[in-house]
Every structure is written in structure tokens, then in C-alpha cells.
């Protein structure tokens, strides 16, 4: 898309922005109807598809002008089987049972539950450091250079399984402070701090409650009692006294083979200062729904998002000299962190992910740094917030909707094609992780055989009616057994 092309997209896009979600309420009826005319004088439809489809109203707006842009059609026939791209907030076995690998675009890595809930993440990393610790028996100098999870990682334990949660019931004294989170939640919710020995005897008392509770409680990862405890970093840098988090992506543009990027976001910022010693958990958790509790959002919502520019002329101003930091830390050390610790927790989940050339993901990573410059991955969110209610989001994030869907579109052309990857056109902001055209083809790929072999182009799509499912459960493409339909971190979550 040519520069001109953009502007006019993402001018239309903020302005359909206000279409999307919490903010349609707020929406005049004039912009709604001025949009609408715009669109169709901008991307008039035939009604011959190729078709669309978006689930959910998460960056809808973004998403719906690109494709348009592209002259596609959107269905709101979610059980239409002839689209060209889907992209659902909430995953649903039947998307994954009905891809036609290697025609269609599908948001979402079926099992992306590895890297996106927090018993997934920590069970994945632990899992990696077991097999590493293995390769670094290897003899000296023939040992890759790996990260150790200490280093970016809090010390974490798993609530619903016993021994962790005994030894994190020993270790615990009043000098330290925890954060206890639902494996499966986000945006803050249902997150609380322990400090004292009465917090600890309460979370001790639910946990008893949830044991003689029935049956369905017990079963983990699922259960109510499927928490994490993690050490709360108490040291974290502030800015202008408050505390923040980054936001950073995730991208699996392609899955066969796997291209994955890095791509910049920007920092969340509580309202209220930083005081450890708080019991108000909205100076604690930096998540934007959080500060919307507030009666001081609305006026103070901008100070709440800064982009990186700002964040880095910020460190460099206040901390460069003092802490003898590199000149543009953020965009430098910072950012090679970042990206070191996202390819190690990818490599840690590599083989477990259930690929096929047309699954593409963007995962939204939270960064914390403490007062000496460390940085801390704070959890992986599958379905990251793309809503653009404050001006740096405006600027941010349609780059990083179109961006994500450009490449998903190229990687997967060149993959169908047997081309080389790069370079890429779409390329603009995003990074290069990690490029799989030299890594081994799984052996066993549903539809390509057990050759691995990249697959031929399929016939072209006819728009037809979608063809109706046969009775009888789908075959679990999806979720694990036993996991309903759609998996649910809340609805309208965003990630955020
Ligand atoms: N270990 C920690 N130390 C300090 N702050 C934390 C820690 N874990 C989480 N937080 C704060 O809580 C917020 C929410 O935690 P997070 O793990 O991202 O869960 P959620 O999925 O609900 O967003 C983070 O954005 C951060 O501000
Ligand atoms: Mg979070």
C-alpha cells in the first residue's frame, strides 16, 4: 500500500475508531453515518466476496479498512466457510476444524494457550530450561548462550498443584510482597497482592473451601483455584513517580514455516503515584482497564499511555547520565532484551504449536523494569488490546494491525509458493525473530502428508454457501478435551 494509501486508511480508521466498543456509546450519529458513506465511496463492494470475517469488536474497525482496502467483502456469517481471512477475539473449535490450509488467513494459533495464560507460559519455561540444562552438559564452548528464566522472569508458583503451593506457603514471610493471578484472566482482573500473614491465612482458607468444594473445581488449569503467585517486583522505575508497564508484540506472521517478528507498542502508566506500602491496587496494576475505575480517567487518560519516543527521551533525560545508561537505552539495550526474552519464551513453545501455513498470531508481551534497569516479562496475552481510545494508540496501533496483516498475507503467499521470504515489502516496523525456512518440517502434518513437504495450491475458493457441519462433535482441532467451544479470558477482553 503506497503512503498515501495508508494516511487515508488510517484517517478513516481513527475515525471508525469510535465505532469500536466501549467508545460507540460516545459515537454522534452524524460520524456514524459519515463514516458508513466513506467507506463504500472508498471501497465500494460487489458483493463477490473474497469475504471476511471479524468476531468480536477488538480493533474491528482497523481491521475491517484494511481488508476493505483490498477490495474484500465482510460476511457476518460466522459458520461461512469461503473466507479469505478471519479474525476472532475468542477462538472456536469449529474455525480450526474448517480452515482450509493454505487458501485461508485465521487469527490465532489454535493452542496458543502455551504462551498466553500464565500456568501455559511458566509450565513452557520451565519446560525449556529442563531441556536446556541437558544440551549444557555438552562439552564447554559447544553450548548454546540461553537465557536463565531468574533473569527475566519472577519466581512463580502454581496454586492448583499441591507441593508448589506448600512450598510457597514455607517460603513466605512478611518481608516480601507476591501477586496472586488467575492463569486465564486479564486486564488486571481478579488479581490481588499478599503481604502479611492474615493475607496469606485468607488465601489459605479459599484454597481449603475450593478443595472440599465438588468435583469440577479440582480439575487444573480450570479450576477457580488455577492461580499463579508470583514475586512482586517492589522496586519498579517510575515515571514522574508512577509506575508502568510496556506493551510490546508478539507476531507469528507465518506458522509454515514459522516467521515471527518483534514489534514496539508503548507504556501504560497508572494515574495515582507509586506507593508500595498502598492497599489501592490501581497504583499496582498498570493495566489501562484499571485506571478507567477512576473518576479521573476522562481528564487524565493521555498522561496513561506514552509512546516509546517518550519514554525514551524520558530515561534518557532523567537517567542517562545518573545511571549511566547507553544513549537511547530504550531503543537499544532495552529493545535487544525484549526481543532475547521473546525469542527464548517462542523457542520454549516451538514444537508444541499447532501450525498450519494460513494460522497467524499476534500476542501482546508485558515488560516491566525495575529501578536498576532489569526487565521482567510479566505474562503473554493472546487477543491484545487494539482499541485506540488516546492519541499515542491512534498513532500506534493501526501500524501495528496493518503491518501484522500485511505480513501475514506475504509470508504466507511466498510460503505457498515455495519463494524465499525475504526480503519483505510489508517489513516496516516490525523485527525479525526468528525466520523457520531452514528449520526440520514437522514430520506428521494433517493434509500435507508425512512428507512435510510445503502444500501445492489448493483450487480457487468458489463463493458459495457455507457448508453445513455434520451432526455430531468436531474433531478437537481446537481446545484440549474437555475444553468448551470458545475459550473464554472474558468477553470483550482485550489484553489490556
Ligand atoms: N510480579 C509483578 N511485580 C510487579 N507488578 C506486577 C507483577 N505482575 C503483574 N504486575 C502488575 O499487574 C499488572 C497485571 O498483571 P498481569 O500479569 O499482566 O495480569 P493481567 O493478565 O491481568 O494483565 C501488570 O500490568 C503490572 O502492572
Ligand atoms: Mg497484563
Redesign the pocket.
Known sequence: MGSSGEEQLSQLVSDADLLDGADTASCPAALLKEFLQDRDKHFPSNGQGPFFYIGGSNGASIISAYCRSKGWQRTQDSRREDYKLKWCEIKCRDNYHSFREGQQLLFQLPNNKLLTT?IGLLSALREHERTVSKVNRMPPGTQPRVLKMEDFF?E?YRLDVSNERQAFFTLFDETQ???C??TA???????FLIRSQEELATLQAKIQSMDDGPLHCKIPFRGPQARVV?????N?LLLNGK???VRSYLLIACAVPYMVFFGHGYA?L?LNLYDPHSSDLSG????Q??QKQSPLYMLLKEDTVWSMDHLNRYINDKFQRTKGLPQDWVFTTFTKRMQQIMSHCFLAVKSKLECKLGYFDLIGC?F?IDENFKV?L??M?SNPALHTNCEVLKKVIPGVVMETLDLALETSQKSLRGQKMLPLRAQRRFALLHNGEADPRPLLRPRLGATGARPRPLAPLPHACPRPRPPGPAPNTGPAPGEPCAERRGTGHR??
Open positions: 500464565k519472577p512463580t510482597m507476591w501477586i493471578k488467575p484472566s486479564n486486564q488486571g482482573k481478579g488479581i508470583q514475586r512482586y517486583i517492589q519498579p509506575k508502568f508497564d501504560r497508572t499496582h496494576l498498570t493495566n482497564f484499571m508485558d516491566l521482567w510479566l505474562e496475552n489484553g489490556s
